[in-house]
């Protein structure tokens, strides 16, 4: 699912030059860069589960400019 973002992080660089993307976690209250951030342990581990799975699905395709 496509999520347009405002975010400016690495990934718009690295975009450039190969496929990228970004993986949000929900904070409360919504706060972000700033010291009160918090997000909960339950959507930090949903996080990595969705990181773990999309790095073990690439690891199923042909190479870049493999057909």
């Known amino acids: 699912q496509r999520m347009p973002s405002g975010a400016g992080h690495d990934a718009q660089m690295l975009a450039r030059v190969c496929p990228s ?19 909960e342990t339950i959507d ?6 969705i990181l773990l799975h999309t790095m073990l ?9 493999d057909k």
């Open 21 to 39: 993307g970004m993986i949000f976690v929900p904070s409360v209250k919504g706060i972000s860069h700033n010291p009160a951030v918090f997000t």
């Open 44 to 49: 930090l581990i949903a996080g990595a589960n």
């Open 57 to 65: 699905s690439l690891t199923t395709l042909e190479p870049l400019g």
